[in-house]
């Protein structure tokens, strides 16, 4: 059985690299502003090229981002490039609350990173200090054998 401690090495790393690395594709995004009207969304994307305004509705949340980026891109074209929209409510209030969320789960990504990389360090140091997988595994909340795939021991 698994550990709750154990279920974080199920993600995947974010890779060292990953700030240095250059996206392989360049996408331009466009903003979207919402405001629930009736029973219906409806959304404005802004920036687009050559001043075009672009209203888009739809009955939920889900369906009014689909319809922003589909109609988005009808109106630029096959010659766009990639597409991406970012669709936020236009009260203030409204976008802080979604954007406090976005910004806590980067946060949890970037924290749950620190813990794996802090769990390996700490079970390749018990183990280089000669403890056991079993007792460094039970040290960190682990078992022995997910000690074993993170700091496995090398025979010299």
């Known amino acids: 059985m698994t550990s709750r401690h154990e ?60 319809n922003v980026l589909d109609r988005t891109v009808d109106l630029l074209g096959s010659d766009a490039g990639v597409v991406g929209v970012l669709l936020v409510p236009a009260d203030t209030e409204e976008a802080s609350a979604l954007e406090a969320v976005r910004d806590a789960r980067a946060a949890r990504l970037l924290a749950e990173q620190a ?15 000669g403890w056991s997988t079993r007792d460094a595994g039970s040290a960190l909340g682990l078992s022995h054998q997910r000690i074993s795939q993170l700091a496995p021991r090398v025979n010299a």
């Not at 959304?43 to 939920?60: C, E, F, I, K």
């Not at 794996?116 to 280089?128: F, K």
Request: charged share 25%.
């Open 115 to 129: 813990e794996r990389d802090a769990v390996r360090a700490a079970a390749q140091t018990l183990l280089d200090r």
């Open 7 to 66: 279920l974080i090495f199920d993600q995947p790393d974010i890779p060292q690299d990953f700030d240095d690395t250059e996206p392989e594709i360049v996408a331009t995004t466009y903003l979207a502003t919402a405001t629930r009207t009736g029973k219906y969304w409806t959304a404005t994307v802004h920036g687009l090229p050559d001043r075009h305004n672009l209203q888009v509705q739809g009955a939920t949340w889900k369906e009014t981002k689909s």
